[in-house]
């Protein structure tokens, strides 16, 4: 969909974003863990330290997933950090997506983080500002309206 009305939302927009959703979900956890972990590290118990690291992680990763996918597959089609700046994520034709492309886009991150984050700043430099995630997933994230 190539309707010049649409809005993309740019770059910093949606680092700002992505920083809010990083504080609602890494603070939870790491009051959970923060007290648990330092703990666990002390004891002379050596077969648990590496779950003390591991189990944390996968965590993080789950929980990461499960926000950023549920989120913007949801009504809301946004995580918090996107809904307080007023975007949304669509797919190409500024429908809502469903959970398995949330995923997609989601997984895609990876690859949009190697070599110094070129997949995230590719926003900068294409007309609907996508990532390389974007791209993958057949997404795009639109100003709301």
Do not use: S, W
């Given at each position: 969909m190539s309707d010049s009305s649409i809005s993309y939302g740019g770059f910093w927009k949606r680092v700002i974003a992505y920083l809010i959703d990083g504080l609602i979900i890494a603070v939870p956890i790491t009051m959970v863990f923060g007290t648990v972990i330092p703990d666990v590290m002390m004891a002379e118990n050596v077969q648990a330290k590496p779950f003390a690291?591991?189990?944390?992680?996968?965590?993080?990763?789950?929980?990461s997933w499960v926000y950023f996918a549920g989120l913007e597959s949801s009504e809301w089609q946004a995580?918090?950090?996107?809904?307080?700046?007023?975007?949304?994520?669509?797919?190409?034709?500024?429908?809502?997506?469903?959970?398995?492309?949330a995923t997609v886009r989601y997984l895609s991150k990876i690859l949009s983080s190697f070599i110094f984050m070129i997949g995230?700043?590719?926003?900068?430099?294409?007309?609907?500002?996508?990532?390389?995630?974007?791209?993958?997933?057949?997404?795009?994230?639109?100003?709301?309206?």
């Open positions: 690291v591991t189990v944390p992680q996968l965590v993080m990763i789950i929980t995580t918090v950090g996107k809904k307080i700046l007023g975007m949304k994520v669509t797919d190409a034709a500024g429908q809502r997506i469903n959970f398995i492309k995230f700043i590719m926003v900068v430099f294409t007309a609907q500002k996508k990532g390389l995630h974007d791209f993958i997933a057949g997404t795009l994230v639109e100003n709301r309206r």
